[in-house]
T-cell receptor, first 113, second 112 residues
Framework: DAGVTQSPTHLIKTRGQQVTLRCSPK?????VSWYQQALGQGPQFIFQ???????QRGNFPDRFSGHQFPNYSSELNVNALLLGDSALYLC????????????FGQGTRLTVV | QKEVEQNSGPLSVPEGAIASLNCTYS??????FFWYRQYSGKSPELIMS????GDKEDGRFTAQLNKASQYVSLLIRDSQPSDSATYLC????????????FGSGTKLNVKP
């Protein structure tokens, strides 16, 4: 049973560039949430996708956008990268949107230089 | 402001002792609570979930929830060096969505 998979695991980008991160949820899960974790901090909620729509959004600018595909996989796009976007980006999958346990992928470490 | 607060630690305990990790939250409407373990450089791993007042036990782990005091704790019995990690407390403040608010984590060191 495949868990949550994310790609790539590491990424280095230049300020101003754009980046796309990918996530495949755990088998049987239909909801994908994205989190940003800065060093020494807890994960911060970016947004959640369910039924191919963005259902909830955290306090992140419009430079952060996403998409969910019919097979429940998801992408996170970040435009006009800033140095402050350097962080561990985590994808969490769950079944449905109501108070269910969420399981994280291994994360993508993004470094903006 | 919806917040989850944790002592950053580090909390140091000797091998075999009980480690007690604590968490408070700001919103009385919180519905569910989760403890995650995160090793350095790795992603969070779900340890326990708790939804009702009282204790919930799973192996060496016990989660305790007191909604009146807005307080969640995690007890780790017979602590092992492999338990050394950062423990993240999370709460779902939203009734209709799985939107987790995380504390900044407590670093636990178990000394052999």
């Amino acid at each position: 049973d495949a868990g949550v998979t994310q790609s790539p695991t590491h990424l280095i980008k230049t300020r101003g560039q754009q980046v796309t991160l990918r996530c495949s949820p755990k088998s049987g899960h239909d909801t994908v949430s994205w989190y940003q974790q800065a060093l020494g901090q807890g994960p911060q909620f970016i947004f959640q996708y369910y039924e191919e729509e963005e259902r909830q959004r955290g306090n992140f600018p419009d430079r952060f956008s996403g998409h969910q595909f019919p097979n429940y996989s998801s992408e996170l796009n970040v435009n006009a990268l800033l140095l402050g976007d350097s962080a561990l980006y985590l994808c969490a999958s769950s079944l449905g949107t109501l108070h269910t346990e969420a399981f994280f992928g291994q994360g993508t470490r993004l470094t903006v230089v | 402001q919806k917040e989850v607060e944790q002592n950053s630690g580090p909390l140091s305990v000797p091998e075999g002792a009980i480690a007690s990790l604590n968490c408070t939250y700001s919103d009385r409407g919180s519905q569910s609570f989760f403890w995650y373990r995160q090793y350095s450089g790795k992603s969070p791993e779900l340890i326990m979930s708790i939804y009702s007042n009282g204790d919930k036990e799973d192996g060496r782990f016990t989660a305790q929830l007191n909604k009146a005091s807005q307080y969640v704790s995690l007890l780790i019995r017979d602590s092992q060096p492999s338990d050394s990690a950062t423990y993240l407390c999370a709460s779902n403040f939203e009734y209709n969505f799985n939107k987790f608010y995380f504390g900044s984590g407590t670093k636990l060191n178990v000394k052999p």
